[in-house]
């Protein structure tokens, strides 16, 4: 009998990181400027004065960052490669950068070398400045997904012999909603936002939505198309999402917010990907026409973007609490209030070091089993993890001694044992994140969420005792499945 939060024999552990977190290296070897370059510099105090100029310097410790995975006993590593590197323009005229692609091909050898497989995101959230001057980038769904399937091509026929996971997009929400809704990220656009001095909240993020969803679909239908038969390789995308929970489990409008909630989450992007529908129901219902038609050439190209996977980003759980008023113009979540509290006065799961995250395995499991049903696909978890409470405040010696952390990543492994044992969902793997403290964006250096710890003077690196634990961990779990 498999132990219920035993692990399938071929699970595999990952640890994960993005491009502008990580690199530093801006301006070296002919990279270009991404939206991130301009935001942290334009606006600092949008960032806490931080920028991602020198980051981890990841670019120059690139032996010593594979030396810690090798370390840590990792079978994958996911990263994300900087558009802007590889075409510092970005545009499908522009030409390319061979130094940066040569970096990149530096740290693909170096991870086979070590017996550790690449899972490569085109798109953690840094685009090339130049095409958002150029056509307003993703505000311009027809120019934007253009460009974005070139730049894709240029990485599976630079990349694609040796990379055979491929993660398309990171998170369009965030991109979407923090970068022009509420303007928290870049490039920072928003009607409601006091520091904001560009953008339209009622209308932006669902123009921007339908060009991560276009996008996304063609560099998939390039891949399936020109690529795939010879490569043989896979490719998905990783959706963020919290779970929800009527925040009056006895009311059922706040059942109803819980779903809708998550359907303005997950649905905006899963439906369109993963069923080939329109957006939900819910979300036509909100905002009409704000919400871009999907043409009958346009679901031509989703319908040849069957992907592999389902990525799933996941730290947090929440309640939901219908609203009596109609939604606002620039409402974005489906017309409800988020608490982490319910109506009774339980609170979600225990604090982190960052007040929107709570530790939930129980919702995390649900959220598993959830999303496996609706959409059908293995998940890999493409990110999970959190900073210890009071870790920004540690120092390097009280840091590296995480139990918070190693608890609250056992607790994760054993819900995705139950999803898998009892609700018969399929997860194919696991992706820590991060593989060290890095740019937190707009909360700068502040929250860790890395099992290593870098000093941001020296930039030494310090692996903290979770990064030295996971491995043993997973492998135990394997090793209960019969
Ligand atoms: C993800 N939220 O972003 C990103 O993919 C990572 O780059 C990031 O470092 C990591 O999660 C930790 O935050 C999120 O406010 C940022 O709910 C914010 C939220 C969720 C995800």
Known sequence: MAGTTSLPRDFELGFATASYQIEGAVAEDGRGKSIWDTFCHLQPTRTKGASGDVA????????????????????????????????????????????????????IDGLIARGITPWLTLYHWDLPQELHDR???????EESQKDFERYARVCYERFGDRVKNWVSLNEPWIVSIFGYATGGNAPGRSSINPQSTEGNTSTEPWIVGKALIMSHARAVAAYNQDFRGSQKGRIGISLNGDYYEPWDSSDPRDSEAAVRRMEFHIGWFANPIFLKQDYPKCMREQLGSRLPDFTASDMAILQKAECDFYGMNYYTSQFARHRDQPASETDCIGNIDELQENKKGAAVGEKSGLHWLRSCPVMFRKHLTRIYRLYGKPIYITENGCPCPGEDKMTREESVNDEYRIRYLKDHLEAVGKSVNEDGAVIKGYFAWSLMDNLEWSDGYGPRFGVTY??????ERTPKKSALVLRKLVETMKAASS
Do not use: M
Not at 135 to 141: A, K, S, T, V
């Open 454 to 459: 870098t000093d941001y003077e020296s930039l």
């Open 135 to 141: 056509y307003g980038g993703w505000l311009d769904i």
């Open 56 to 107: 981890c310097d990841h670019y120059h410790r690139l032996e010593e960052d594979l030396g810690l995975l090798k370390t840590y006993g990792a079978q994958t590593y996911r990263f994300s490669v900087s558009w802007s590197r590889v075409i510092p323009l970005g545009g499908r005229d522009d030409p390319l950068n061979e130094a940066g692609i040569a970096f990149y091909n530096r740290l």
